[in-house]
C-alpha cells in the first residue's frame, strides 16, 4: 500500500494547503483530501503538479507501508 507523503513535505517548506493548490494549480479540495487522508488516490496528472512544485520526485511524494 503507498502512502501520501505530501503534506509532511509541504510544511517541511511552509506551505499551507491553499498555496499548494495555487502554486500547483490543483483544486483545494483536492489538496485537502491528500493531507487529510495519506490514503488518498489523486491522478497521476495531480502528483506530477504538486512534485513540481514541492521540488521533489513521485518516489519521495509516496512511501510504501505494510497493508
Given at each position: ?20 493548490s495555487?502554486?500547483a ?31 521533489v ?5 509516496v ?5
Amino acid at each position: 500500500m503507498l502512502r501520501l507523503k505530501v503534506k509532511d513535505i509541504a510544511r517541511e517548506r511552509g506551505l499551507s494547503m491553499g498555496k499548494l493548490s495555487r502554486l500547483a494549480d490543483v483544486d483545494y479540495t483536492t489538496i485537502k483530501r491528500m493531507f487529510d487522508d495519506a490514503n488518498y488516490s489523486p491522478t497521476i496528472e495531480t502528483l506530477w503538479k504538486i512534485k513540481r512544485v514541492l521540488q521533489v520526485s513521485l518516489d519521495e511524494l509516496v512511501e510504501e507501508v505494510p497493508n
